[in-house]
C-alpha cells in the first residue's frame, strides 16, 4: 500500500526535522540565548512537515476517484452503454474489472504487464479474474475492458503524482522550518497558534459534520414531498404504507405514539432520577456515595436492545398479567405503549440523577448554611432553596432527557409493537417515529418510492423537535441560572 | 481606616446568656478548641479576635450547633442556653438554630426575591398568621436591618441582585427576622468596603438593644469600635476575655499584647 508508505515517509520526515531542529539551535545557542525551548523549534519543523503533507494527501484521496470516475466515464462515451442500462451500471462493470485486475495482479496470477494489455479477443477475462477470487456477472466487452485499463492506467499515475506532491511538499515543510530555526525565531508563539487552529478545526469539523446531516435530509425530504404531498403528511391522521401504491402516510399517530411513550418514560424517569439525586447529594454519606453512584450510572451503559428484551421478556409478560385478559382486560398483548414507557423510563433514571446530582452539588454551601443558620430542616432547606437555585439545570437535564426519549428506537421496537394507531388506552400497542423510520428503509422497497423516503421526512421532522427541545432547554437555563462567584 | 476612640462601655451587672465549660472541638484528629470556658453577656456586643486558624469560627459555630452539619466535627464539654444544655439529646437542633441566629463572611441571599429572603425564616417557623402579618415582619426586618429605605420600592427584585453591602444587611434582616435571642456574625464585614463596613457596624450597634451579639473579627479596628467584651483566641485556646476597653489598653497576658500590637497573627 503506497498510501500507508507515504505516511511513513511523511512521519520519518517530521521525527527527523524534529530532531534537526532541536540539534540545530542547540548548536547556535552560543549566539545567545534562544527564544523558545529546544522543543518548540523541533515542534515547528514536524508542524510544518506533516500539517501541509497530510491535508494534501487527504484531499488528493477523496477527489481522485471523482476525476478518474469523470475522465473514464468522457471516454467511454455513448454508444459503449447497450440498451436497457444506464452509464451508471456500466461504470460500476468498469470499476470492478479494474479491482479484479488489481487483485490478479496482486496475488500473482498475472504480470503488471499481461494486466494492461489483456484482450477479450485472446482471453476470457471472465474466468480469469474468477481465479484471483473476483466474480463477475457477465462476460468482460471489450469496451469495458478497455475503460477498465484506462481506470487503472490514471489511477495509478495520480498515486505516483500524489506520492510526489506530497513528498515534496513535506520536504519544502522540512526545510522551511529549518531555515526558520534561529535563535531569534519565535518558535513557542508559532507552536501556540498552530495549535489554536489544529483545535479550531477539529471544533469546525464536528459543526460542518452536523451541517452536512443536515443537508443529507434536506435533499431526500424535498424528493418526498415531491412525490407525496406535504398537506396529507402533516395533514392526515392515517399512516398505512403499502408498497404497491396508495398509501396513507400521516405523521400524526407515529408522532402520537412518540410523545405518548415519552411522556410515560419522563413521568417515570424524572421522579425517580430527581429523588435520587437529591439522596445521593444531600443524604447519603461519601461511603453510600462512592458505591450508589458508579451503580446507577452503569443503569445508562447498558446498551438500549438490552432494555428492549427486558421490556420483551419480562415488563412486557409482568403487565400483561395484571392488565391483561386474565385481570383486568386493557390489554391485549405484551407489547404496549406502557411497556415502552416503563422500561425507557428505567434507561432515563441515571441520565436524569447523574446530571441533576451534579447540579445539586453546584449550588454553594453557603446557602444551606444560610438555610440551616436560620433554622430549617434539611428537606426545607432542600426543597426551597437547593431545588429553586438548581432549576435551571434540572430543567435543563430533563429536556435533554425528553430528547433521548423522543430518539430512543430499540426500546420501542421490542416493547411498543408496531402498529401505527391514535389511542389514548397506554396498554394498546403503538409505535414511534424512529421505529418506523427503521422499518421503511429496511425493506424491499425501491429507494425512490415515498414509502422508503418518507423515512427521510420522518427523520426531518423528528430532528427538527429535538433540535427546538435542546435550544429551549439551552434558553431556560440560561435566562435563569443564578451567577454564583 | 479610621480610628474611632475607643467607646464608652456601660456593661452593667448583666445576665449570662450562653455559657461554656471546658469545651474541646475535635476535627477527625486535629483537636481545634481546646479547654474554653467563657459566659457571654445578654444584649453585649462580644467580639472573637484572634489570628486565622485559632479556632475563634469553629467556636462560634458551637454555639449554634452550626458543625453539627460537618461530619467528621466532634464537640465536648457544656454550653448552655439560658442554663440549657444544647448539646443535649432532648433539643433539636433546628429550633436552636431559630433561637441563635447567624450572619455569614460571605453575604448569601437565597436566590429568591428580597421579601421572600426575609420572609422565609417566619414562614418556617410558623410566625405569621396571614400575609399582612408577615408583610409586617418583613418590614420591621428590613428596617431593623437598615436596608428598608433602599429595597422598599423592589421587594419582588432578587436579593442577589443587591451590591455587597446591601446583601449583607439583608442577610441581617433575614437573621433577625426570625426573632433570635443570640445574633452570631461570622466576619460579616469581610467581604465588604469601609463605607458599608461602617454601616453594618452601626447595625451592630443597634441591634445590642435587643440581643446578645457575637462577632468574629480579623479587624482590631473593628473589635474595638463595635464590642463591649472582646475574648482572644489563640492556637485553639481562649487566651483572654474581658472588657474591650481592658484588652485593648491593658492586656494581661503577653500574648495578647503581641497580638494586638501586631507582633504575632
Given at each position: 500500500?503506497?498510501?500507508?508508505?507515504?505516511?511513513?515517509?511523511?512521519?520519518?520526515?517530521?521525527?527527523?526535522?524534529?530532531?534537526?531542529?532541536?540539534?540545530?539551535?542547540?548548536?547556535?545557542?552560543?549566539?545567545?540565548?534562544?527564544?523558545?525551548?529546544?522543543?518548540?523549534?523541533?515542534?515547528?519543523?514536524?508542524?510544518?512537515?506533516?500539517?501541509?503533507?497530510?491535508?494534501?494527501?487527504?484531499?488528493?484521496?477523496?477527489?481522485?476517484?471523482?476525476?478518474?470516475?469523470?475522465?473514464v466515464?468522457?471516454r467511454?462515451?455513448?454508444?459503449?452503454?447497450?440498451?436497457?442500462?444506464?452509464?451508471?451500471?456500466?461504470?460500476?462493470?468498469v470499476?470492478r474489472v479494474a479491482e479484479g485486475l488489481d487483485a490478479a495482479v496482486s496475488q500473482g496470477l498475472m504480470g503488471a504487464d499481461q494486466a494492461s494489455d489483456l484482450r477479450t479477443e485472446f482471453t476470457n477475462v471472465r474466468d480469469r479474474l474468477?481465479e484471483a477470487?473476483v466474480?463477475l456477472?457477465?462476460n468482460v466487452t471489450p469496451q469495458v475492458l478497455g475503460a477498465a485499463q484506462t481506470w487503472r492506467a490514471l489511477n495509478a499515475n495520480?498515486?505516483l503524482?500524489?506520492?510526489?506532491?506530497?513528498?515534496?511538499?513535506?520536504?519544502?515543510?522540512?526545510?522551511?522550518?529549518?531555515?526558520?530555526?534561529?535563535?531569534?525565531?519565535?518558535?513557542?508563539?508559532?507552536?501556540?497558534?498552530?495549535?489554536?487552529?489544529?483545535?479550531?478545526?477539529?471544533?469546525?469539523?464536528?459543526?460542518?459534520?452536523?451541517?452536512?446531516?443536515?443537508?443529507?435530509?434536506?435533499?431526500?425530504?424535498?424528493?418526498?414531498?415531491?412525490?407525496?404531498?406535504?398537506?396529507?403528511?402533516?395533514?392526515?391522521?392515517?399512516?398505512?404504507?403499502?408498497?404497491?401504491?396508495?398509501?396513507?402516510?400521516?405523521?400524526?399517530?407515529?408522532?402520537?405514539?412518540?410523545?405518548?411513550?415519552?411522556?410515560?418514560?419522563?413521568?417515570?424517569?424524572?421522579?425517580?432520577?430527581?429523588?435520587?439525586?437529591?439522596?445521593?447529594?444531600?443524604?447519603?454519606?461519601?461511603?453510600?456515595?462512592?458505591?450508589?453512584?458508579?451503580?446507577?450510572?452503569?443503569?445508562?451503559?447498558?446498551?438500549?436492545?438490552?432494555?428492549?428484551?427486558?421490556?420483551?421478556?419480562?415488563?412486557?409478560?409482568?403487565?400483561?398479567?395484571?392488565?391483561?385478559?386474565?385481570?383486568?382486560?386493557?390489554?391485549?398483548?405484551?407489547?404496549?405503549?406502557?411497556?415502552?414507557?416503563?422500561?425507557?423510563?428505567?434507561?432515563?433514571?441515571?441520565?436524569?440523577?447523574?446530571?441533576?446530582?451534579?447540579?445539586?452539588?453546584?449550588?454553594?454551601?453557603?446557602?444551606?448554611?444560610?438555610?440551616?443558620?436560620?433554622?430549617?430542616?434539611?428537606?426545607?432547606?432542600?426543597?426551597?432553596?437547593?431545588?429553586?437555585?438548581?432549576?435551571?439545570?434540572?430543567?435543563?437535564?430533563?429536556?435533554?432527557?425528553?430528547?433521548?426519549?423522543?430518539?430512543?428506537?430499540?426500546?420501542?421496537?421490542?416493547?411498543?409493537?408496531?402498529?401505527?394507531?391514535?389511542?389514548?388506552?397506554?396498554?394498546?400497542?403503538?409505535?414511534?417515529?424512529?421505529?418506523?423510520?427503521?422499518?421503511?428503509?429496511?425493506?424491499?422497497?425501491?429507494?425512490?418510492?415515498?414509502?422508503?423516503?418518507?423515512?427521510?421526512?420522518?427523520?426531518?421532522?423528528?430532528?427538527?423537535?429535538?433540535?427546538?427541545?435542546?435550544?429551549?432547554?439551552?434558553?431556560?437555563?440560561?435566562?435563569?441560572?443564578?451567577?454564583?462567584? | 481606616?479610621?480610628?474611632?476612640?475607643?467607646?464608652?462601655?456601660?456593661?452593667?451587672?448583666?445576665?449570662?446568656?450562653?455559657?461554656?465549660?471546658?469545651?474541646?472541638?475535635?476535627?477527625?484528629?486535629?483537636?481545634?478548641?481546646?479547654?474554653?470556658?467563657?459566659?457571654?453577656?445578654?444584649?453585649?456586643?462580644?467580639?472573637?479576635?484572634?489570628?486565622?486558624?485559632?479556632?475563634?469560627?469553629?467556636?462560634?459555630?458551637?454555639?449554634?450547633?452550626?458543625?453539627?452539619?460537618?461530619?467528621?466535627?466532634?464537640?465536648?464539654?457544656?454550653?448552655?442556653?439560658?442554663?440549657?444544655?444544647?448539646?443535649?439529646?432532648?433539643?433539636?437542633?433546628?429550633?436552636?438554630?431559630?433561637?441563635?441566629?447567624?450572619?455569614?463572611?460571605?453575604?448569601?441571599?437565597?436566590?429568591?426575591?428580597?421579601?421572600?429572603?426575609?420572609?422565609?425564616?417566619?414562614?418556617?417557623?410558623?410566625?405569621?398568621?396571614?400575609?399582612?402579618?408577615?408583610?409586617?415582619?418583613?418590614?420591621?426586618?428590613?428596617?431593623?436591618?437598615?436596608?428598608?429605605?433602599?429595597?422598599?420600592?423592589?421587594?419582588?427584585?432578587?436579593?442577589?441582585?443587591?451590591?455587597?453591602?446591601?446583601?449583607?444587611?439583608?442577610?441581617?434582616?433575614?437573621?433577625?427576622?426570625?426573632?433570635?435571642?443570640?445574633?452570631?456574625?461570622?466576619?460579616?464585614?469581610?467581604?465588604?468596603?469601609?463605607?458599608?463596613?461602617?454601616?453594618?457596624?452601626?447595625?451592630?450597634?443597634?441591634?445590642?438593644?435587643?440581643?446578645?451579639?457575637?462577632?468574629?473579627?480579623?479587624?482590631?479596628?473593628?473589635?474595638?469600635?463595635?464590642?463591649?467584651?472582646?475574648?482572644?483566641?489563640?492556637?485553639?485556646?481562649?487566651?483572654?476575655?474581658?472588657?474591650?476597653?481592658?484588652?485593648?489598653?491593658?492586656?494581661?497576658?503577653?500574648?495578647?499584647?503581641?497580638?494586638?500590637?501586631?507582633?504575632?497573627?
Amino acid at each position: 500500500m503506497p498510501v500507508t508508505w507515504l505516511v511513513f515517509i511523511v512521519l520519518a520526515l517530521a521525527l527527523a526535522g524534529f530532531v534537526a531542529g532541536r540539534v540545530r539551535i542547540d548548536s547556535a545557542a552560543g549566539a545567545g540565548r534562544p527564544h523558545s525551548l529546544p522543543n518548540y523549534y523541533g515542534w515547528n519543523i514536524a508542524i510544518k512537515v506533516m500539517v501541509p503533507a497530510f491535508l494534501v494527501l487527504i484531499c488528493w484521496l477523496i477527489v481522485q476517484p471523482f476525476v478518474v470516475n469523470g475522465a473514464v466515464t468522457a471516454r467511454l462515451g455513448d454508444n459503449a452503454v447497450p440498451d436497457g442500462s444506464t452509464i451508471g451500471l456500466v461504470m460500476s462493470d468498469v470499476r470492478r474489472v479494474a479491482e479484479g485486475l488489481d487483485a490478479a495482479v496482486s496475488q500473482g496470477l498475472m504480470g503488471a504487464d499481461q494486466a494492461s494489455d489483456l484482450r477479450t479477443e485472446f482471453t476470457n477475462v471472465r474466468d480469469r479474474l474468477a481465479e484471483a477470487g473476483v466474480a463477475l456477472g457477465s462476460n468482460v466487452t471489450p469496451q469495458v475492458l478497455g475503460a477498465a485499463q484506462t481506470w487503472r492506467a490514471l489511477n495509478a499515475n495520480g498515486m505516483l503524482l500524489m506520492s510526489v506532491a506530497v513528498t515534496a511538499l513535506a520536504l519544502a515543510g522540512l526545510v522551511w522550518g529549518y531555515v526558520q530555526t534561529t535563535p531569534d525565531f519565535r518558535a513557542r508563539n508559532t507552536v501556540e497558534n498552530a495549535l489554536r487552529i489544529m483545535l479550531l478545526a477539529a471544533a469546525s469539523l464536528a459543526i460542518l459534520t452536523t451541517i452536512g446531516i443536515v443537508f443529507s435530509l434536506i435533499g431526500n425530504t424535498i424528493k418526498f414531498f415531491s412525490l407525496y404531498p406535504a398537506s396529507e403528511f402533516f395533514g392526515s391522521f392515517t399512516w398505512s404504507p403499502s408498497f404497491g401504491g396508495g398509501s396513507e402516510l400521516g405523521i400524526w399517530p407515529l408522532l402520537w405514539g412518540t410523545l405518548y411513550i415519552s411522556v410515560i418514560a419522563l413521568t417515570v424517569a424524572v421522579p425517580i432520577g430527581l429523588f435520587a439525586a437529591v439522596y445521593l447529594s444531600e443524604y447519603a454519606g461519601p461511603r453510600m456515595r462512592a458505591w450508589a453512584k458508579p451503580m446507577l450510572e452503569v443503569l445508562a451503559g447498558i446498551p438500549t436492545i438490552v432494555y428492549g428484551l427486558f421490556a420483551l421478556l419480562t415488563v412486557g409478560p409482568l403487565l400483561l398479567s395484571v392488565f391483561g385478559r386474565d385481570g383486568l382486560g386493557w390489554m391485549q398483548a405484551g407489547t404496549a405503549v406502557m411497556t415502552a414507557g416503563l422500561v425507557m423510563g428505567i434507561m432515563l433514571i441515571p441520565f436524569v440523577s447523574s446530571l441533576s446530582d451534579d447540579i445539586i452539588n453546584a449550588v454553594p454551601q453557603s446557602l444551606r448554611d444560610g438555610s440551616y443558620g436560620l433554622g430549617a430542616t434539611k428537606s426545607e432547606t432542600i426543597k426551597q432553596v437547593i431545588l429553586p437555585a438548581a432549576l435551571p439545570g434540572i430543567v435543563g437535564a430533563i429536556l435533554l432527557a425528553a430528547s433521548r426519549a423522543i430518539g430512543e428506537t430499540m426500546i420501542v421496537v421490542l416493547g411498543a409493537g408496531a402498529a401505527a394507531r391514535l389511542s389514548l388506552n397506554p396498554f394498546d400497542a403503538m409505535t414511534t417515529v424512529t421505529a418506523k423510520i427503521v422499518s421503511q428503509l429496511t425493506g424491499d422497497a425501491d429507494f425512490a418510492s415515498p414509502e422508503a423516503l418518507v423515512a427521510f421526512a420522518l427523520g426531518m421532522t423528528l430532528f427538527v423537535m429535538t433540535l427546538g427541545l435542546n435550544v429551549f432547554a439551552l434558553y431556560i437555563v440560561r435566562k435563569y441560572r443564578e451567577q454564583y462567584e | 481606616m479610621y480610628d474611632a476612640p475607643l467607646r464608652k462601655t456601660d456593661v452593667e451587672a448583666q445576665t449570662t446568656k450562653i455559657a461554656a465549660r471546658d469545651v474541646q472541638v475535635y476535627y477527625g484528629d486535629t483537636h481545634a478548641i481546646k479547654d474554653v470556658s467563657v459566659d457571654l453577656l445578654d444584649k453585649t456586643v462580644t467580639s472573637f479576635i484572634g489570628p486565622s486558624g485559632c479556632g475563634k469560627s469553629t467556636f462560634l459555630r458551637c454555639l449554634n450547633r452550626m458543625n453539627d452539619t460537618i461530619d467528621i466535627c466532634r464537640v465536648e464539654g457544656l454550653i448552655s442556653l439560658d442554663g440549657q444544655d444544647i448539646y443535649e439529646k432532648r433539643v433539636d437542633p433546628v429550633q436552636l438554630r431559630a433561637k441563635v441566629g447567624m450572619v455569614f463572611q460571605k453575604p448569601n441571599p437565597f436566590p429568591k426575591s428580597i421579601y421572600d429572603n426575609v420572609a422565609y425564616g417566619p414562614k418556617i417557623h410558623g410566625m405569621a398568621r396571614n400575609k399582612a402579618e408577615l408583610d409586617e415582619i418583613v418590614e420591621k426586618a428590613l428596617r431593623r436591618g437598615a436596608i428598608w429605605d433602599e429595597v422598599k420600592d423592589r421587594l419582588d427584585a432578587p436579593g442577589t441582585g443587591l451590591s455587597g453591602g446591601q446583601q449583607q444587611r439583608l442577610c441581617i434582616a433575614r437573621a433577625v427576622a426570625t426573632e433570635p435571642e443570640v445574633l452570631l456574625m461570622d466576619e460579616p464585614c469581610s467581604a465588604l468596603d469601609p463605607i458599608a463596613t461602617a454601616q453594618v457596624e452601626e447595625l451592630i450597634d443597634e441591634l445590642r438593644e435587643q440581643y446578645s451579639v457575637v462577632i468574629v473579627t480579623h479587624s482590631m479596628q473593628q473589635a474595638a469600635r463595635v464590642s463591649q467584651k472582646t475574648a482572644f483566641f489563640h492556637l485553639g485556646n481562649l487566651v483572654e476575655y474581658g472588657e474591650t476597653s481592658q484588652i485593648f489598653t491593658n492586656p494581661t497576658d503577653p500574648r495578647t499584647e503581641s497580638y494586638i500590637t501586631g507582633r504575632i497573627g
